[in-house]
């Protein structure tokens, strides 16, 4: 059974730091690409970042460039997202997707607000 459990999110201020982890179990992890997805207060699930299963390459949202950095260490089958310089438009729940199906973790709650 495919398993993808979201950690480390929270409430942080703006221009704060956050890192989430995502333990995936289930399947053969370096042999998937993943993302990072978003959604949020109202909207629709946004795409953020997404990387190879070998973490050479990645891409992210121009909302997220320069900010936010995926990672990945395929020896603890854990995905990574690196936020810096958060902003309050950034509060969502966040999550992880094992690329190419319909594998989601369940989830996690960040607020940016002073």
């Known amino acids: 059974q495919v398993r993808l459990v979201e950690s480390g999110g929270g409430l942080v201020q703006p221009g704060g730091s956050l890192t989430l982890s995502c333990v995936a179990s289930g399947f053969t992890f370096r042999d998937s690409g993943m993302s990072w997805y978003r959604q949020r207060p109202g909207e629709g699930r946004e795409l953020i970042a997404q990387?190879?299963?070998?973490?050479?390459?990645?891409d992210y949202a121009d909302s997220v460039k320069g900010r936010f950095t995926i990672l990945r260490n395929n020896g603890l089958n854990t995905l990574y997202l690196q936020m810096n310089n958060l902003k309050p438009d950034d509060t969502a729940i966040y999550f992880c997707?094992?690329?190419?199906?319909?594998?989601w973790g369940r989830g996690i709650q960040v607020t940016v607000s002073s």
């Open positions: 997707r094992r690329n190419s199906y319909q594998h």
């Open positions: 990387i190879g299963n070998l973490g050479m390459n990645s």
